[in-house]
Antibody
Framework: QVQLVQSGAEVKKPGASVKVSCKAA????????IHWVRQAPGQGLEWMGI????????RYAQKFQGRVTMTRDTSTSTLYMELNSLRSEDTAVYYC?????????????WGQGTLVTVSS | QTVVTQEPSLTVSPRGTVTLTCASS?????????PIWFQQKPGQAPRALIY???NKHSWTPARFSGSLLGGKAALTLSGVQPEDEAEYYC?????????FGGGTKLTVL
């Protein structure tokens, strides 16, 4: 069955970086894009960007341009989202979600989420 | 800065019908925005319900349906069940980038 398993919770200091992983299983890794989405405590969902695991191409939300990097490792079917220059407002649960954007556009399976806490 | 707007909250009675909408600051929402709808319950990851305006996933209950209504994307719940109480989010496509709506808190009362 399709699974997206994310790395564990992180606590970081302001100014530091965090790298969240998302390991895919149960489907052909290169056939589906991966979205990254975050949710601050008590707030709504925020789209951060998308990566094509096949070629590694990415598209980031303007808000995160220059501060986020999404990568993949095809040998381990793992996606990564790195966010730099962390500030307290980056405290959130970060999700990966599988999607299609060619022919049809859908999002179906989600990871369990990774809580990132930014605190001095 | 594109803004996607949803009703902040709605209340519906059990077995009733309710429609949630999703509007774009850029104008009328069409099929080219590929509206997607999610349900999220407290402490859980979002669950996908509808994609490309009106298509259901295999796990989507039949009482959920998606459409375009009056220039907005819409999610209609017919025969609401107590377990449908949740936050609902829409997601719209803007030529490569995606934007979430602010969410609608649906109360079943």
């Amino acid at each position: 069955q399709v699974q997206l398993v994310q790395s564990g919770a992180e606590v970081k200091k302001p100014g530091a970086s965090v790298k969240v992983s998302c390991k895919a299983a149960g489907y052909t890794f290169t056939s589906y894009y991966i979205h990254w989405v975050r949710q601050a405590p008590g707030q709504g969902l925020e789209w951060m960007g998308i990566i094509n695991p096949s070629g590694g191409t990415t598209r980031y939300a303007q808000k995160f341009q220059g501060r986020v990097t999404m990568t993949r490792d095809t040998s381990t079917s793992t996606l990564y989202m790195e966010l730099n220059s962390l500030r307290s407002e980056d405290t959130a649960v970060y999700y990966c979600a599988r999607g299609l954007i060619v022919a049809t556009k859908l999002v179906d399976y989600w990871g369990q989420g990774t809580l990132v806490t930014v605190s001095s | 800065q594109t803004v996607v707007t949803q009703e902040p909250s709605l209340t519906v009675s059990p077995r009733g019908t309710v429609t949630l909408t999703c509007a774009s600051s850029t104008g009328a929402v069409s099929s080219g925005y590929y509206p997607i709808w999610f349900q999220q319950k407290p402490g859980q990851a979002p669950r996908a319900l509808i994609y490309s305006t009106s298509n259901k996933h295999s796990w989507t209950p039949a009482r959920f349906s998606g459409s375009l209504l009056g220039g907005k994307a819409a999610l209609t719940l017919s025969g609401v069940q107590p377990e449908d109480e949740a936050e609902y989010y829409c997601l719209l496509y803007y030529g490569g980038a995606w934007v979430f709506g602010g969410g609608t808190k649906l109360t079943v009362l």
